[in-house]
T-cell receptor, first 120, second 118 residues
Framework: AQKITQTQPGMFVQEKEAVTLDCTYD???????LFWYKQPSSGEMIFLIY??????QNATEGRYSLNFQKARKSANLVISASQLGDSAMYFC?????????????????FGQGTILTVHP | GAVVSQHPSRVICKSGTSVKIECRSL??????MFWYRQFPKQSLMLMAT?????????EQGVEKDKFLINHASLTLSTLTVTSAHPEDSSFYIC??????????????FGPGTRLTVL
């Protein structure tokens, strides 16, 4: 079963508008972390924002905020005041904080990604 | 922030040859390194996890004899694609983490290596 699901293959937004990118996840681990990364055409993975499963408040980083709804297992990314430079592929990822033989590997599982296009 | 480098950034090789990709953590000691593979417009798929000084743990479906991973030191991991074929053409990305894994941004990504096998 998919652990991380991004249902929007592509999204379009007008410059200066806000946009929400959806992400749902599935885990039975009570301790986990949720990440959003931006991948421009150059291929580099740019960390945007993080939400821990025990965090009480929604994470915010500048124009990025994470709408964390734990009961619904969703972690949507909200980008406010979109800029042309925001056009990229966006990935949601989850790290399950399990122990394997006493060592926690912390590997990430990625969603399918959403291509965001910002129009002038 | 922490920096991870990859070398080479781009490689073109003939079918049947082996290609080595290096991943280095430049300003921190990476206890664990991850290798991902990404096809165009698709997600990152984890290939293997490597801890310094021990054998890599491969994900299901990844051929360990084809994708050799060596994590010889706390700052260097290498991925060797042996007897590469055109279907191995892909974007390979490494990431590295140090110490405790909890918290934000504790996994740092390299810039990726684009492999093209002719």
């Amino acid at each position: 079963a998919q652990k991380i699901t991004q249902t929007q293959p592509g999204m379009f937004v007008q410059e200066k508008e806000a946009v929400t990118l959806d992400c749902t996840y599935d885990t039975s681990d009570p301790s986990y972390g949720l990440f959003w990364y931006k991948q421009p055409s150059s291929g580099e993975m740019i960390f945007l924002i993080y939400q821990g499963s025990y965090d009480q408040q929604n994470a915010t980083e500048g124009r990025y905020s994470l709408n964390f709804q734990k009961a619904r297992k969703s972690a949507n990314l909200v980008i406010s005041a979109s800029q042309l430079g925001d056009s990229a592929m966006y990935f949601c990822a989850m790290r399950e904080d399990f122990n394997a033989g006493g060592t926690s590997y912390g590997k990430l599982t990625f969603g399918q990604g959403t291509i965001l296009t910002v129009h002038p | 922030g922490a920096v991870v480098s990859q070398h080479p950034s781009r490689v073109i090789c003939k079918s049947g040859t082996s290609v080595k990709i290096e991943c280095r953590s430049l300003d921190f000691q990476a206890t664990t390194m991850f290798w991902y593979r990404q096809f165009p417009k698709q997600s990152l798929m984890l290939m293997a996890t490597s801890n310094e000084g021990s054998k890599a743990t491969y994900e299901q479906g990844v051929e360990k004899d084809k994708f050799l991973i060596n994590h010889a030191s706390l700052t260097l991991s290498t991925l060797t694609v042996t007897s590469a074929h055109p279907e191995d053409s892909s974007f390979y990305i490494c990431s590295a983490r140090s110490g405790t894994f909890r918290g934000p941004d504790t996994q740092y990504f390299g810039p990726g290596t684009r492999l093209t096998v002719l």
